[in-house]
């Protein structure tokens, strides 16, 4: 079992910056690649960026050259890194991570990222 728990959601102008992060816990090692998805009300939840376990990230068209998804091994977190935030990224963001076993991916409870234009 993996837990996830993000955070570093908030309300934010159009333009500005703001980095999520997930701290993960539990059966790290059996985590093939993590990642982020985000989620507005009445659509589906849609995948923003993936890192694998040996760094290759990759991002959804709407965000790339903007956003950064990065770990830290030491300290079991994953990061995005949002510039340029756009009214339109404005959702609540959850943190994901899928094992090498194939079975289901594990979830983090979300956070919540507001821009303001």
């Known amino acids: 079992q993996v837990q996830l728990v993000e955070s570093g959601g908030g309300l934010v102008q159009a333009g500005e910056s703001l980095r999520l992060s997930c701290a993960a816990s539990?059966?790290?090692?059996?985590?093939?690649?993590w990642g982020w998805y985000r989620q507005v009300p009445g659509k589906q939840r849609e995948l923003v960026a993936t890192i694998t376990s040996r760094g290759s990230a990759n991002y959804a068209d709407s965000v790339k050259d903007r956003f950064t998804i990065a770990r830290d091994n030491a300290k079991n977190t994953v990061y995005l890194q949002m510039n340029s935030l756009k009214p339109e990224d404005a959702a609540v963001y959850y943190c994901?991570?899928?094992?090498?076993?194939?079975?289901?991916?594990?979830w983090g409870q979300g956070t919540q990222v507001t821009v303001s234009s």
């Open positions: 994901w991570a899928v094992p090498y076993t194939g079975s289901a991916p594990y």
């Open positions: 539990g059966s790290i090692s059996s985590v093939k690649a």
